[in-house]
């Protein structure tokens, strides 16, 4: 049977739906992130907001600096120093990739892959707890002061004793992340930076995230800090990154919101994209395990507004960057959430984390609107 074509009224008026439904919701993102700029909190920020095929929202804001003559963040071609979303984009995608493979198993010890890893009971940490954060390390070392080389700095994170027995506790560790980088890079044979940009940037067409970004594309990096009123881009904004050489499984990735929307999207299309992957796989590294978290990635706390607003399902999984990055995908309604900020860069509120949670929640409740918008016009 033939089909019928569509009368170019309906389609007028379904253009005209969708521009309506549209309107109120990009109002309301627009009036959140000029918020976080005439507050202080960030000079300048690129949003962008998607289903699993469709960009519904591509917006850059303010200027790279606190200067009105300085350029204005493009979605496409601006870079961030995402800072911790380097823990998911980079090495947690790296894991799934590799344990769907067979070359990497979850419940294994560490010390397999990492010989180095020994004593005080640390034979009994597994993979899988360093992407809960549960293997019993602290928090954070400053190793840009405890250490003067990057082969000095892995050396004191292998001899770092257990604070608690595995599985005892979550406690959010960038040194979770820093050991999970090097078993990716055990697993797969080569650097990590090396190994995401075969296996996940380049199948995902994320041509401009890269690890130690050339000298030559800095024009194009939101800065994070200044230097004798001088502002600094590409110089990774996390010390212990910076002293591993730039590249480490906790921080250190440079993106674009245009890149981490085409990552969202492959982990929405679960397994139905290359670099392909089985959907139970995704399910695996999504499924919430304790302490409001999956395997690699935080949760949605429901019991707050901070991050993820009042209406993202309580299936929604994502991270956040200290640098003043986030992104939230939300598996139910097939959506996600991209914010890029350079909180970091001069703030001029002394309340910049606490007020870009706020802005962050009411980025997401305005994405939740622009799709509910979108549906309802049947374009999305």
């Excluded at 294994?108 to 020994?118: I, K, M, N, R």
């Excluded at 890079?185 to 067409?205: I, K, N, Q």
């Excluded at 990096?221 to 001088?230: A, L, S």
Aim: charged share 20%; with cysteine.
């Amino acid at each position: 049977m033939r089909a019928r074509s569509v009368p170019p009224v309906v389609i007028l008026l379904a253009a005209f739906l969708l521009q309506s439904a549209a309107v109120e919701p990009l109002v309301r993102l627009d009036r959140a992130v000029d918020a976080g700029i005439r507050e202080g909190v960030f000079p300048g920020a690129v949003v962008m907001v998607g289903t699993r095929d469709t960009v519904l929202a591509a917006r850059g804001y303010g200027h790279f600096t606190w200067q009105e003559d300085a350029p204005v963040p493009d979605p496409g071609a601006t870079l961030f120093d995402v800072a911790s979303l380097t823990k998911v984009v980079a090495t947690t995608t790296a894991a799934a990739l590799l344990v769907d493979a067979g070359a990497l198993d979850l419940d294994a010890a560490v010390a397999a892959y990492l010989p180095g890893f020994q004593g005080d009971g640390k034979e009994a940490v597994t993979v899988r707890h360093l992407l809960e954060h549960r293997s019993g390390l602290r928090a954070f070392l400053p190793l840009h002061e405890l250490t003067a080389a990057a082969d000095e700095a892995r050396a004191r994170v292998l001899a770092e004793p257990l604070r608690w027995p595995p599985g005892a506790r979550v406690e959010y560790s960038d040194l979770n992340a820093m050991l999970l980088g090097w078993v990716v890079e055990a697993a797969a044979g080569t650097s990590l930076d090396a190994h995401v940009r075969e296996a996940v940037f380049a199948p995902l067409g994320m041509t401009a995230t890269e690890f130690r970004p050339a000298r030559a594309r800095r024009p194009a990096i939101m800065p994070v800090g200044r230097w004798r009123g001088v502002p600094i881009a590409g110089e990774v904004h996390d010390q212990n990154a910076a002293r591993l050489g730039g590249v480490s499984g906790h921080a250190g990735l440079y993106a674009t919101g245009a890149d981490l929307a085409r990552f969202a999207q492959w982990w929405l299309a679960a397994g139905d994209r290359a670099p392909h992957v089985r959907p139970a796989t995704v399910a695996t590294f999504t499924a919430a395990v304790s302490g409001g978290r999956s395997l690699g990635w935080e949760l949605r706390d429901t019991t707050t507004t901070d991050n993820t607003g009042r209406f993202l399902s309580a299936r929604t999984y994502g991270h956040t960057g200290y640098t003043g990055t986030s992104l939230w995908i939300d598996p139910d309604r097939g959506l996600f959430v991209v914010l890029l900020t350079n909180r970091v860069y001069a703030p001029r509120t002394g309340r910049s984390i606490s007020r870009l949670k706020v802005v962050r929640g009411a980025v997401a409740d305005a994405a939740v609107a622009l799709h509910a918008g979108c549906r309802a016009a049947g374009a999305c």
